[in-house]
Each structure stands twice: as structure tokens, then as C-alpha cells.
């Protein structure tokens, strides 16, 4: 079926006029986390270029669409008008699919260092999607599309200026979406056919950072308190070796008077010792039960995707990737922490 572009540049005029900051070349309207442009968003490039999708500082980085300038093709695919894959520091590099003006995929396959490494003029293209949009009284939508629904990457604008980003399945949301609103508020949900669960918002975010910092200054106080008492304690220590030093009796300090020195005045902070080493392993731990559930939230991703048809994957790999997410969640399950459990490891 081919594809109808309504306007070009694309009608979502109402977003781009809530800029989240400006380039040299263009303008963002974006997640920002930690004062950077990161997460999901759109870039509309001064030349008429626009891209959909996530960045990470400003790059293009992971899932994304990016539909060339007018009149103009996408770099390295002749033919090409939008390209939809994956993006690497700012580049096409993994699997991506590009598509001509009136939306046909003319190359479904791999990218390197933005060239496609499989013959481009003999590759084989799924007959399955298309690249349209559809424009309504209430909203706007651009991305993939198979039998007159949204299926694959697309965004949706509404005309309040708001717009979200998903992969969609048979039309509906599938996997991670993240909805973007005009005063630079975002929110991030999964949503699993009629089940969503909620990720992360700007707000939570923001709490989130606050939180640390008072964690962090606490903390802070707390370590420059222990150092100052241990340098008491060394400093009365110093002071009754100096006196050994001068001929005082060694009986009347000896190695017990220093076992009581450090029992009695510094009994708390010996046990600020140990309190130290559970922070290194709480911390240590902390690390790695993080780490954990990024890897799981990786396998997670991997699998909707390869359920929405947006990745090739065995049936060995899919078990393969449901048994590490089980098995790190066990885990930590085990050890009495809470972990995430998405539907997607036991579907």
C-alpha cells in the first residue's frame, strides 16, 4: 500500500513551538535528564531533516525514524525518504529499514557505521509494513504501519501541542512509551496489551535527584564527623606514645591502655569502622543490584520487541533471555529485596 505525507514539514506545528533547546543547526523538543537532552524526543533539523525517537546527550541513540529533508534522500540509500531502526552516536548502525517517498521498504537489514552491509538493491523487504501517516481533528501520526494500523515505531501528536513516542502493535501501544508534554513534563510507561506499568516521569525524577542530594549531604556530614573524632582519638594516642618516648613507664600505658583508648574514646568510631565497611558493601551491593536490574530491563526490551516482530530472535534465544531475567530476579528475590517482574519473562 503506499503511503500519503499530508504536509511536509510535518503538521506538528503546536509541539515544535514548545522548544526544549536549541542547536546551531535545529531545535529539540525532548526529555532532558540531568540538565541533558536524553531519553525520547523529536530534532528538527534547519534544513527540513526530522528525527523521532531516543537520544542520549543530543546524539541519536537506540530506536528511532528519521525522515530526510524535502527533495533530499537518506545518506548512504539511494531512494530512501525515511529510515526506521536503530541509531548509534548519531548514525544508523544495526537493523533499520528504509522506505522511498511513498512509503515502500526498499531495504530491511543491517547497518554499520550508517551503510547498509547487505546488497541495498537486492534485499529482501518485508511485505508486511509501510511508512504513512494519518492526520485526524485530534491528533497526528507518522511512523510504520501494517494493514491500515500503526505497527512498529511511530509518534503521535496531539493538537495541544503533546506527543508521544512508542512502538505500537495492531494499532495499539506495545513495549516502551514515553509521552512528552508541552510544558517539558515527560512520563515513561511499558504497556503489554491492556496492562501498563508505570517507569519514570520528569516529576519522580526530579524528586528522585533531591532525594539523593539530601542522601548524599547527610552522608557527608556524617563521614566528616567520623573524621573528625578518629583524629581526636589519634591525636591522644600520639600524645601517650610521645610520653613512652620521654621514659614513662610502658606498664602504664601499655597495650592495654591503647585497647582502652580505643574502647573508650573511640568506641564509636571503631564501630564507624565497621559501619564504613557495610557502607563499601552496601554500596558494592547496591551497584550490582542495579546493574542487575539494567540487564534485566534490557532483556526485557529485547523481548518485546522480538514479540512485536521489531527483532528476529529463536525460540532458543526468547527461552534464553525469560531464563537470565528469571534467574536474576530469583536472585534478589531471595535476598529479600524487591525486583521488577515483567509479563514479558513468563510469556
Known amino acids: 500500500m503506499q503511503a500519503q505525507i499530508f504536509d511536509y514539514p510535518l503538521p506538528i506545528s503546536s509541539t515544535t513551538t514548545h522548544i526544549t533547546e536549541k542547536s546551531k543547526n535545529g531545535f529539540f523538543v525532548a526529555q532532558k535528564v540531568k540538565g541533558k537532552i536524553s531519553g525520547a524526543g523529536l530534532y528538527q533539523g534547519k534544513d527540513g531533516s526530522l528525527y523521532i525517537g531516543n537520544f542520549k546527550d543530543k546524539v541519536y541513540n537506540g530506536s528511532g525514524m528519521l525522515l530526510a529533508p524535502k527533495g533530499e534522500t537518506i545518506s548512504n540509500c539511494p531512494g530512501a525518504t525515511f529510515y526506521v531502526g536503530k541509531f548509534k552516536n548519531g548514525i544508523k548502525h544495526g537493523k533499520g529499514i528504509c522506505y522511498n517517498y511513498e512509503g515502500e521498504p526498499i531495504y530491511e537489514g543491517k547497518f554499520e557505521n ?47 501541542g503533546d506527543f508521544l513516542v512508542s512502538q505500537f502493535l495492531q494499532g495499539q501501544r506495545d513495549g516502551i512509551c ?25 516529576k519522580e525524577y526530579a524528586s528522585y535527584v533531591n532525594q539523593s542530594k539530601s542522601e548524599w549531604n547527610a552522608a557527608w556530614k556524617k563521614a566528616l564527623g567520623s573524621m573528625e573524632d578518629w583524629a581526636s582519638t589519634l591525636a591522644s594516642l600520639s600524645n601517650e606514645l610521645q610520653g613512652l618516648s620521654q621514659g614513662e613507664d610502658i606498664n602504664a600505658i601499655g597495650v592495654n591502655s591503647v585497647n582502652n583508648n580505643l574502647t573508650d574514646a573511640g568506641h564509636n568510631k571503631a564501630n564507624g569502622i565497621n559501619n564504613q565497611n557495610d557502607n563499601k558493601y552496601n554500596m558494592s551491593e547496591q551497584r550490582s543490584y542495579n546493574s542487575d536490574k539494567s540487564t534485566y530491563s534490557k532483556y526485557d526490551s529485547m523481548l518485546s520487541q522480538a514479540f512485536a516482530g521489531n527483532r528476529n530472535a529463536s525460540k532458543s534465544e ?30
Open 114 to 160: 550508517d551503510v547498509p552491509i547487505e546488497n541495498y538493491g537486492d534485499s529482501v523487504v518485508s511485505a508486511i509494513k509501510y511508512f504513512s501517516d494519518v492526520k485526524t481533528e485530534d491528533f497526528y501520526y507518522i511512523g510504520e504501519f501494517s494493514s491500515d494500523l500503526p505497527y512498529g515505531f511511530g509518534a503521535i501528536f496531539f493538537v495541544n
Open 178 to 202: 514515553t509521552y512528552i508534554e508541552t510544558d517539558g513534563n515527560w512520563f515513561t510507561e511499558k504497556v503489554d496489551g491492556d496492562t501498563s506499568t508505570f517507569i519514570s516521569s520528569s
Open 318 to 347: 526468547i527461552n534464553s533471555w525469560q531464563r537470565k531475567m528469571k534467574q536474576l530476579r530469583e536472585k534478589w528475590e531471595n535476598k529479600g529485596k524487591s525486583f521488577p517482574h515483567s509479563v514479558n519473562e513468563d510469556r
